[in-house]
Structures are given as C-alpha cells and as structure tokens.
C-alpha cells in the first residue's frame, strides 16, 4: 500500500522551509464582484443565422473584463433546436467545452461559469431563417472551489446608487459548477460580495 504525503511533508524533508498546506479544513473567503453587467443575450455572440452545415466561430467572442459568468444560448423562432458547443477557460485557465441545447426561441442557460471564450460552434439549422445568439446569464461563478451547498455563506448586493451592501435571500447555489444565481436578475453595475469556504488546496 503506497503511503500519501503532504507537499510540505515532501518539501520539509529536504530542509528548504516550505509550508505550504500546513492548514487543514476549509477556508473562509470573500469574493468581491465590482460593477457587473446586465445579462445579455447576444454579448458573447450576436444572433447568427444557421445553415446546412456546422459553424465554428472563434473570434470577436468575449465576456467583460474580470466577469466570470455562466452563458446562455437563444434561438429566434420555434424550429430552432440542435447543440450548442462552447470551448473556454474557467478562472484558472483551464480549458473545458460546454454544450447547451437550444430549445425554439427560449433562453437556455449554462451550468458552468466562463473566463474566457476560444470557440462557438453553432449547430445545423432546422428550419428557414434560423438563427442563435450566445450569451451571458446571471450565474455568477465561484473563483474557488466548494464542496457543497452548505459551504456557501451569503450574498451581498450593492445597486450603484447605494452606499453600502444589503444582504439578499432567494438566491440558489450549485456547488458541481460553483455558480451562485441571484435572487433577482443583475441590473448594470450592480456590485456583489459572494462569501463561502473553500479547501485552500
């Protein structure tokens, strides 16, 4: 049976002074959010008409500067359906794919938050005139992992004109993806403090 060890354990043996997981169990933070933007339908793609073959668009795609946001997928009539796919980079540049399934002309949102966008391929089209937009969605993402609901603390809001944050109640934490969704939508420039506990390594 192999025996486990701490990186601190390993690096300590060698008589350099590391420590770098000396502390155990889980980590208070608070993620602080400044100014973010409204949901947008079409910011991270505007509404592409669809064609008989598969589309990958790979530039002009982008979230806002520091924003770390789930996406959304919309169509523009009812025929509109098929697979989304989006390739990205979660907070620590880590590259994934989502896909998300369009549903006519609803807005269908993502799971999982994004930093960076690197791809959008859009689907086939089912019936004339089809089209999809991308976008974003209130879901905002965790910087940190947790490792379930009860690890997340409490949400702050602060609307622009306000002078202080209040606390908000009604919002709903899914701790797989690390995306916290507010209880009521994101007007522009609205400021948020997310606090949970999260494992420091």
């Not at 793609?45 to 008989?52: D, G, Q």
């Not at 500067?65 to 979660?90: H, K, M, P």
């Not at 002309?105 to 791809?119: E, S, Y």
Request: with cysteine; net charge negative.
């Amino acid at each position: 049976m192999s025996l486990k060890r701490r990186l601190s354990q390993v690096l300590g043996a060698i008589k350099k002074g590391y420590a770098v997981d000396t502390l155990q169990g889980e980590f208070p933070l608070v993620q602080t959010e400044v100014a973010y933007g409204a949901a947008s339908a079409v910011q991270v793609l505007a509404s592409t008409v669809l064609t008989a073959a598969e589309q990958e668009v790979d530039t002009g795609l982008a979230l806002p500067t520091r924003e770390f946001r789930a996406l959304s997928v919309t169509g523009n009539q009812a025929s509109v359906a098929g697979i989304v796919s989006i390739a990205g980079r979660d907070w620590a540049g880590r590259a994934f794919v989502e896909n998300i399934t369009l549903s006519g002309v609803a807005t269908v949102l993502g799971d999982r938050p994004f930093k960076d966008i690197d791809k959008v391929t859009l689907p086939v089209l089912v019936g004339a005139g089809d089209a999809v937009s991308v976008g974003m969605c209130d879901k905002i993402g965790l910087k940190r992992p947790i490792e379930a609901t009860e690890d997340y603390l409490g949400l702050l809001r602060k609307a622009q004109a306000a002078t202080e944050f209040s606390a908000e109640a009604g919002y709903t934490v899914n701790a797989t993806y690390g995306t916290v969704l507010p209880g009521t939508i994101i007007v522009a420039n609205d400021s948020f403090q997310l606090a949970y506990e999260t494992e420091i390594f």
